[in-house]
């Protein structure tokens, strides 16, 4: 079953992923090398409560936290610990709220201090795939045209994408049907509709395309631990153009100013 929403339905998930953008946001201002993990989760569960927002991830099936965190080879899902983040890190954080009774999900891969360049060129094109995912994502295409379009920008500049995690529709739950993958066919999948709410997250790894889980139950690192990204936003199908519902200008302005 696949909810398409109502014009006044889509404002509130703006709200909601709105506060997702801020909290994110928040939580960049200290992203420093000497941070653990932990402190930044608890920066960002105080942010979304103090805003009147659920975190939806903390006991989603038993997560423990939050956000999920995942630095370096780690692509998603990561839990927050005592992990101190060093120069040259990256840190992927995955944010989801619920208010209002809707919910918001969005993520950002972040550099901690001075990083390898090629490094840098990853966190830019899984950025830039996940615009040309977004491009795809309009009435009359297909999630494939989705999945189709990120999968050839990064295989193409000698990428790899992770298949066995996949963006989703989204709505007043925040894992609502269809799927939609990070690869594909042009043509095929799910017909896109106008009202359709999907977070798009490409997952993109510098090296194979191959991941595992962790012994904690949750992290999803890449099996040959090289550097992993991940980008996610929220939108609206729409006819001609998605309606972007998170955003990454509150992450930009902090960024600006480190
Ligand atoms: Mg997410
Ligand atoms: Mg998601």
Known sequence: MIYLKTDEEIELM?????????ALAEVAKHINPGVTTLQLDKIGDAFIRDHGGIPLFKGYRGFPNALCISVNENVVHGIPG???LK????VSLDCGVKING???DSAYTFEVGEVKSEVKKLLQTTKEALYVGINAAVEGKRTGDIGNA??????DRGYSVVRDLVGHGIGKEMHEAP???NY???GYGTLLKSGMCLAIEPMINMGKKQVKIEKDGWTIRTADRRPSAHFE???AIRQGKADILSTFELIDQVLQKK
């Open 14 to 22: 703006r709200v909601a992923n709105h506060l997702v953008g801020a």
């Open 82 to 84: 005592d992990y101190r």
């Open 87 to 90: 120069d040259g890190d990256i």
């Open 102 to 104: 809707y919910c918001g």
């Open 150 to 155: 990120i999968q050839h920008y990064c295989e």
């Open 179 to 181: 799927d939609v993958p």
């Open 184 to 186: 594909g066919k042009k």
């Open 233 to 235: 936003h929220t939108v």
